[in-house]
């Protein structure tokens, strides 16, 4: 059982993390040109002023409105226009119309930020300690919020690189080093071995109920595959071979036409692709990024190997150098034995997506700093490009 103390220092640590958290939010969208926070290119990605309002309206909803006595709701229409998918919370727009709302203003939602804010202070002075489950339901918002950081980030990106003027978002971006070293595979023997969560701190639903798992012989890569390497399986007609793809793989390929990872360019027979600081040369040492389920397995199969699953990413994630990009598994996306929804709206969170959905593992240079750890199961359809996504192989 915790001490009162031990309380006490849990709330105060958890009021320093939602002020870093909250302000961090602010500062991904400070390089923004007010008319980049209501684009919707695509379904898939939202409006970063809509970002800004969910992750307020989060806070709003689930610890304000049912905790802080006397809270008054800052616009009772929010409800409507920035839940996400919570059935239980009610309507909502749909997804797809989140760029059409000119209203409420850029403005109006960084008022909203600010006065949620001020109610959360309010909240926290009111306490000398927060109970377990209103500190559970505060660990999970924060953490929500750091999953949008990294959408934020991913979704600008989409809107600025699809941008004909191809607009830098950072002019000065720092890219991480790229320095490429042989490949080599590491082996693990055959056994049973144990996966999930486990300890203290906190972790999402879709990790819990650690289990045993029977594995055979594999082999993993040290370290993602490179631009250089995708770029000799483009030059060898891989988007024109139908025996490296799924069915539905090559489908796609033939639908949407694509014959390279998504960003990239050729301009005067140079290879380009649009990053954070604008259109630039090919880094060919970096791990290649952009590419979807489908394009990591075609390639995985021209080179007569796999994906790893799930299971034999996380037993040998302490051997691995991940963090540079998310890395698809060739695990679909369901959950763990014992695995049990929880009741009312924060069971929707993970429980119902866990159909036609990939498994992806690590994180990339688009996740917020300590977000990650090896036993987080992130999770996409298999078509998806626009997530900082890459490849490892195995065999």
């Not at 919370?89 to 600010?114: C, E, F, K, M």
């Not at 959905?357 to 750890?373: I, K, N, W, Y």
């Amino acid at each position: 059982m915790k001490t009162t103390d031990t309380i006490s220092k849990h709330t105060i640590d958890l009021e320093e993390k939602y002020r870093k958290i909250r302000n961090h939010s602010v500062h991904i969208c400070a390089p923004l040109a007010i008319e980049d926070y209501v684009v919707q290119p695509i379904a898939d990605v939202s409006p970063p002023k809509w970002h800004l309002g969910h992750t307020t309206w989060f806070f709003e909803t689930f610890l304000l409105i049912p905790y802080f006595t006397g809270y008054q709701v800052f616009d009772p229409q929010y409800n409507y226009v920035f839940n996400s998918y919570y059935e239980t919370v009610g309507a909502r727009v749909i997804r797809t119309d989140r760029g059409n709302l000119s209203r409420p203003s850029v403005a109006d939602i960084y008022q909203y930020r600010s006065y949620v804010d001020e109610q959360m202070q309010l909240f926290f002075d009111q306490k000398f300690h927060l109970s377990e489950p209103i500190a559970t339901l505060l660990e999970l918002g924060l953490n929500h919020e750091q999953q949008h950081q990294e959408l934020l980030i991913t979704d600008i990106k989409y809107i600025l690189g699809h941008n004909p003027l191809f607009p830098p978002y950072l002019e000065d971006y720092i890219f991480p080093a790229a320095e490429l070293k042989s490949m080599e595979m590491i082996s693990f023997g055959e056994g049973i071995y144990e996966i999930g969560f486990e300890g203290t701190g906190f972790c999402f639903d879709n990790e819990c109920g650690r289990h045993r798992v029977y594995l055979a012989d594999f082999e993993i890569a040290n370290r993602l595959v490179s631009n250089r390497e995708y770029l000799e399986f483009i030059e060898a007609g891989g988007y024109l071979e139908f025996n490296h793809w799924h069915a539905e793989g090559w489908d796609w390929v033939k639908t949407s036409q694509r014959r390279s990872p998504l960003y990239w360019h050729q301009i005067s027979n140079q290879w380009m692709h649009y990053t954070h600081a604008g259109l630039q040369e090919l880094d060919l040492n970096a791990p290649v990024n952009h590419v979807n389920f489908y394009e990591a397995t075609a390639y995985a199969n021209w080179k007569g190997m796999r994906l790893p699953t799930e299971a034999e990413w996380e037993i040998s994630a302490d051997q691995l150098n991940w963090g540079e990009r998310w890395e698809w598994t060739g695990s679909a996306y369901l959950p763990y034995p014992g695995f049990k929804k929880e009741a009312g709206a924060v069971g929707e969170y993970n429980g119902k997506f866990m159909v036609n959905q990939m498994v992806l593992r690590g994180s990339s240079e688009a996740s917020s700093q300590g977000h990650s750890r090896k036993t987080y199961r992130n999770f996409f359809h298999a078509h998806h490009q626009w997530q900082f996504t890459g490849i490892r192989l195995a065999k």
